[in-house]
């Protein structure tokens, strides 16, 4: 039944998932060789790309660079920008008034709190800074639209951790066209009308309306919410968490800049509203805004007009588009001959960008424990299945927190904070934070999504209480956490004066670039 050697890989679907993907299993397998494993992605030429997400994690530099993209060609195709963490706001409590509260989750911290942690000297001081300036210096570049590197610096090379916004159909464009330039990768263009499966259960080939069949030993669902292969010929049930993850649909908006020189943020922002909460991403030459919310508690047209508000009177003319979002993940990511990955494997709403970052994930297990053999292939299902059903459940766990711990007082958000809605694992959690510092030995799974230092970002944000008097003996290294605080406050002098807008930085990438590593 699994006596063929792997040869030929296909991968159902394009966008972001598919190209990123086929990409990395092409470099990886070193595809443009005449006897290496051969990489097709078939892509239907009528479904367009979903192209919500616009953000990413840090690890995207790593993947670009590795795939052996320039970032200054990346930068300027794909209209991207740099992302320096999120800044929240209004998501601890309800405005009473014209002004808004805020706190961030930021990408670098002036020491790595796994390595001497500066959280519970906060806990325990007067707090007289909120607790992301305490640890880090990026959070007075991120008020002031500040870039994380200079022109001088090398591709890749920051200044402070960043991440990047962009344009998710301009992203899977110049996948595509380095995949199958570069890296060998080879694209049809055409329509999957059928699957068929060998007498194992195994997918033989996929059948095709413009190529007919297209065999393969290896097959990659990356069909996005249809799920072609996993979800539609496997039958893999999906697990919903809409009692845990209320939020059910999206309206997005986007926005050209109406300056010159516009004011481009250097996070991802995160309103809170009534039913849900609003994001608003600037690239390059425009923003990307939406409302995420529950249509348990506003309709659509409300929800719509929120996100127009919001905007103000540029949207009167604006086009709007409304996304259905189903919640969940399949109980299987990886079933006989086939894997999953992108939204045919799992979907969670977009509040901390967690959807392309996972499908670097799951690329690169797949990469690094290719079975070369359909004989290798059911062990490999058995780690990828755990490791990313541990994943997931971590990242709608971490996702959960920021409402949970809330304190507005519409029905949403009341709904949010009832203890049924919270999974067990976090509740546990929460409760022993509340007399324990957030430390190393929460996080003790390599692959866990989320590091300390984002988790202590939110809890601390979001105004979560620590009891910890009654271990103040405990915590004796004051000088060592002094020390970081005058080093925070140095760097973050430097910085102000060093650190060109985000604007003025990509306007200098168009005409000079980077130095190429």
Known sequence: ??????????????????????AKLAKHLNSKESNSVQVTLI????????????????????????????????LTYCNASFKQGTKFVNWHTTPTSDTDQHYYHLFSSVVDPAEFNLSPYWSLGDKSLPYA?????????????????????????????????????????????????????????????????????????????????????LFVDCSGFKSLLLGKIYGINFISIKDTLLADHAVAIQVPYTEE??????????????AGWIWDIGLATRRGTGYVYASDFVSHDEAEQTLRDYIGPQAKNLDVRKIKMDCG?????????????????????????SAIFLVEAAANMLCDQFPRHQSLMPMVEKKFNQSFQFRWIKTINFIKMHYCLS????????????????????????????????????????????????????????????????????????SKASQYQI??????????TQLPSNHELLQKVAKYGFQNL
């Open 407 to 478: 304190q507005r007082n519409e029905p949403f958000w009341q709904a949010n904070r009832h203890p049924k809605t919270i999974p067990e694992e976090l509740t546990e959690q929460l409760k022993h934070w509340k007399h324990h510092p957030v430390s190393r030995y929460d996080f003790s799974h390599v692959f866990d999504p989320f590091p300390q230092a984002s988790y202590q970002y939110v809890l601390y944000g979001m105004g979560f209480e620590q009891k910890l008097d009654y271990a103040r003996s405990t915590y004796h290294e004051e």
């Open 261 to 274: 020189s516009p004011n481009i943020n250097s996070t991802t922002m995160s309103s809170a509203q009534p």
């Open 487 to 496: 080093m925070n406050q140095k760097f973050q002098q430097k910085l102000l």
């Open 43 to 74: 892509e239907s030429p009528d479904i367009p790309t979903i192209g919500v997400g616009e953000g990413t994690w840090p690890t995207m530099r790593k993947t670009l660079a590795e795939l052996g993209i320039n970032e200054n060609e990346f």
């Open 133 to 217: 300036e305490y640890v880090s210096a990026q959070a007075a570049i991120c008020d002031l639209g500040l870039a994380p590197k200079l022109i001088s610096n090398r591709c890749y090379e920051g200044i402070q951790n960043y991440a990047y916004h962009l344009d998710a159909g301009k992203f899977a464009e110049l996948l595509r066209d380095f995949s199958c330039d570069k890296l060998g990768v080879k694209h049809i263009k055409a329509n999957v009308t059928d699957v068929l499966l060998d007498k194992g259960g195994l997918i033989n080939a996929v059948v095709t309306d413009k190529q007919g069949e297209l065999k393969g030993e």
């Open 1 to 22: 039944m699994h006596n063929k050697t792997v040869n030929q890989v296909i991968i159902v679907g394009g966008g972001t998932a598919g190209w990123l993907t086929a």
């Open 329 to 353: 993940y399949r109980s299987k990511f990886w079933h006989k001959n086939c894997v999953a990955i992108g939204l045919s494997a799992a979907f969670v709403e977009p509040l901390e960008a």
